[in-house]
């Protein structure tokens, strides 16, 4: 009995030597793999420098959520964000995806000061980073320096002034976080009545919105790619879509395959061709990441498009009953063409 077990060592030795170094090179593989990405080292100084004047003035919360790693949400360049007094939130328990959009509608696509805003008159609407929706200047009290956007004061002005984006403290949120409010799903945020955003010749914003969206070079790639129906349609109705651009900053074109659409008359083509390009711009993996039922606000005023998700009989994202066959066909800083089965149905449109 004694000899058999002495055979059997050297077995036992090699075998746990073996065990040891696959053990040793699974560490260091999986160290490698949760190692978190580093955050360049810009994008770090600008979120500790705006994370310590929220912290400097109370915004414990919001300070947070720029200050992890990665961080759970940065304004994006050029932009304003409101951060909300953590008396306002506390309390609530929030779902990660309804927080990020919120965040999101505390956030203007334009850099202001306290000064510019000033110089708005009461009513006017300021584009969101939230689905293009807008949030309301309801109340601008010039001479105090007092303004409540969506009825809501801004209490701490100028909170911090950044290269990239500006920071201004509110003592509430823009939207209702009831219950009842949560349970709308992707709609839970709606655009106040109010007049459109207008330049301010006297801001750093003027012009912003001139131009931001090359649509000659749109037509063009849609032609190249065989979507030349579609580009010829769009063609036809650019001078209008130019002139309503000066509200929005970006866009995402989703483009039929041939169809006869100029048969239509004018008008009709018109919204037809607003229906597919939507007021914001998002990639493919943007939209896959959007829950089912999330509202895509179109260039047709009050007509908007529904995220169906991915469903078992199709293989891409299916937005109103159609699927997204050629995600990111083309994609630049200002506008995203994806390409979809067929055209989207509207009411005009006589299948």
């Known amino acids: 009995m004694a000899y058999s077990c002495w055979c059997w060592f050297p077995i036992y030795f090699i075998a746990s030597i073996t065990l040891g ?3 040793i090179t699974s560490a260091i593989h999986s160290n490698s793999k949760t190692t978190p990405q580093e955050i360049p080292s810009q994008t770090h100084k600008l979120s500790s420098n705006a994370t310590e004047a929220l912290k400097n003035s109370g915004f414990i919360l919001m300070a947070d959520l720029l200050h992890r790693s990665p961080p759970f949400f940065i304004p994006p360049k050029n932009s304003t964000f409101f951060a909300i007094k953590d008396s306002a939130i506390k309390n609530t328990s ?3 995806w309804f927080l990020k959009s919120l965040l999101r509608y505390h956030t203007f696509t334009t850099k202001l000061t306290m ?7 009461q009513g ?3 584009t969101t980073l939230f689905r293009e929706k807008n949030a309301s200047l309801t109340k601008i009290e010039t001479l105090q320096k007092r303004i409540e956007i969506n009825n809501v004061l801004i209490s701490n002005p ?3 002034l950044g290269e990239e984006f500006n920071i201004h403290g509110v003592l509430g949120p823009f939207t209702s976080l009831q219950r009842e409010v949560l349970q709308g799903g992707s709609d839970f945020i709606r655009s106040p009545n109010c007049r459109l955003f207008k330049n301010n010749s006297n801001s750093t914003y003027s012009g912003d919105f001139n131009n931001v969206v090359d ?4 037509v063009q790639l849609l032609s190249s790619k065989g ?7 769009l063609h036809s109705v650019l001078e209008g879509i130019q002139q309503d651009s000066m509200s929005f900053t970006s866009v995402t074109i989703f483009a039929p395959p041939d169809v006869n659409l100029l048969n239509y008359p004018s008008s009709v083509l018109d919204r037809v061709v ?5 007021s914001q711009r998002f990639t493919y993996r943007e939209l896959s990441s959007f829950p089912v039922r999330t509202l895509l606000k179109t260039l047709v005023p009050n007509d908007e498009l529904e995220i169906d998700g991915v469903l078992e009989f199709m293989s891409g994202v299916v937005i109103n009953g159609i699927e997204i066959v050629k995600p990111d066909m083309f994609v630049s800083e200002k506008f995203v063409i994806h390409g979809i089965s067929r055209a989207f149905k509207m009411a005009e449109i006589i299948a």
């Open 21 to 23: 170094v696959i053990a």
């Open 94 to 96: 929030l779902p990660l």
């Open 115 to 121: 000064e510019e805003l000033l110089k708005n008159s």
């Open 124 to 126: 006017t609407c300021v």
């Open 158 to 160: 100028d909170l911090f």
């Open 215 to 218: 649509w000659n070079k749109v």
């Open 227 to 233: 979507y030349s129906s579609f580009s010829i349609a």
């Open 274 to 278: 607003r229906f597919h390009i939507l």
